[in-house]
């Protein structure tokens, strides 16, 4: 994944004067590019797979199937069979969703600074 940021940062900045207590709150807005947020994958009718949530028993997220999007819970198993390792995923929710839906949950992926308290809050995913 690579990520283009865009040099040419707004800063806005609030002051409140309240008799002899100012606030000042300063904010930077920032413009950044990422060119392959979803990973391709050759599996079924799934095209390419953007992981937002996994730990032990699966993963979630959303999948690309041509120009759809569906958002997805996969329950995994890993089996192990003397030297033998194979992993079985389950798909135990899978609705299509827009495009809207997609960027509404990256934007609050990237903004929840809580996340990953429970599993692994997936990185690959969210701008450097």
Do not use: K
Request: hydrophobic content about 35%; proline content about 3%; charged content about 30%.
């Amino acid at each position: 994944m690579s990520a283009e940021r865009d040099s040419d940062e707004a800063i806005q900045v609030a002051v409140d004067i309240d008799g002899d207590a100012v606030e000042i709150e300063r904010e930077r807005i920032e413009t950044v590019r990422v060119d392959q947020l979803f990973r391709p994958v050759e599996e079924g009718n799934c095209d390419a797979r953007l992981q937002l949530w996994s730990d032990s028993a699966g993963w979630n997220g959303y999948e690309r199937r041509g120009d759809q999007y569906y958002h997805v819970n996969v329950l995994t198993r890993t089996i192990v069979e003397g030297t033998e390792v194979t992993v079985e995923s389950e798909y135990i929710h899978e609705e299509a969703v827009p495009a809207e839906d997609v960027a509404e949950s990256v934007r609050d992926h990237i903004l929840d600074r809580h996340a990953g308290g429970v599993g692994t809050f997936v990185r690959g995913c969210s701008p450097p």
